[in-house]
């Protein structure tokens, strides 16, 4: 299972949120280039990059920062998500150095958005499913939609997508662990990766979704507990190599 550390991105600067607020933002640094190098260095083997700007825009705003991460660590795949509404811009950040588009509001709205993008870049599309009570929302959490959310993943299971990135919203940031349940009953569902998010508070959450790992459950993205200190990155991943070890 892959730990994947967040860098959201709000004028070029990196931030977090509680439950996708704008308003309700922390700042953790002015360089997420040295941010993304800071998790590298502790081992982390993929980032994830949000354009929280992008995301409530509807175009990419942070393009230039995403561009810096990239060149900085070629070696690092980074999935990057918020505000892709284009295959241009699914293009262009290919070009830059991305591994993987993550597709969210669109997604939803557009759902023949992604077999279109799925046929153009097979394997580099992951689609970010957010959820509460088992319905998706969209537009940056503002709107509860009536999809269900396995209904849907299973709707881009079939169009060819690389993985799910399946966020409880009610979990996000707000550092109440993982819904270990809800993410297991997805990645049952289909059988593609599930990426989960949202909630990770420490080594705890990671050993519940270490013991369920086998249902699917491919990574997990980590945002605020990484910076508020109450989950070592460093410490994570030798658990999750211990746990292989025994599993092997």
């Given at each position: ?21 704008m308003e309700d933002e922390t700042v953790f640094s002015d360089n997420p280039v040295e ?8 081992g982390a083997t993929r980032l994830h990059l949000i354009d929280l700007d992008g995301a ?154 270490l013991e369920v790992e086998e249902e699917g459950i491919s990574g997990v993205v980590i ?26």
């Amino acid at each position: 299972m892959e730990l994947i550390p967040a860098i959201d991105l709000k004028e070029g600067k990196c931030v977090r949120l509680r439950q996708g607020r704008m308003e309700d933002e922390t700042v953790f640094s002015d360089n997420p280039v040295e941010m993304a190098r800071r998790w590298v260095e502790a081992g982390a083997t993929r980032l994830h990059l949000i354009d929280l700007d992008g995301a409530f825009a509807g175009s990419p705003k942070n393009h230039q920062v995403i561009r810096e991460i990239c060149a900085e660590f070629p070696d690092v795949p980074v999935e990057v998500g918020g505000g892709i509404r284009s295959a241009d811009t699914v293009l262009s950040y290919l070009e830059d150095g991305v591994q993987y588009a993550i597709i969210g509001t669109r997604a939803v709205s557009e759902p023949h958005f992604i077999s279109d993008l799925c046929f153009q870049f097979p394997g580099h599309i992951i689609v970010g499913l957010d959820a509460k009570d088992g319905k998706v929302a969209i537009d940056g959490w503002s709107k509860l939609s009536h999809h269900d959310v396995i209904d849907m993943a299973r709707h881009f299971e079939d169009d060819g997508v690389a993985a799910i990135i399946f966020t409880d919203i009610s979990k996000d940031g707000m550092m109440q662990g993982v819904n270990v349940d809800s993410t297991v009953a997805l990645a049952q569902a289909i059988r593609i990766p599930v990426i989960a998010s949202g909630g990770v508070t420490n080594l705890d959450d990671i050993r519940r979704l270490l013991e369920v790992e086998e249902e699917g459950i491919s990574g997990v993205v980590i945002g605020r507990a990484l910076y508020e200190g109450t989950l070592d990155l460093a410490e994570a991943q030798a658990l999750v190599s211990q746990y292989a070890q025994n599993s092997a």
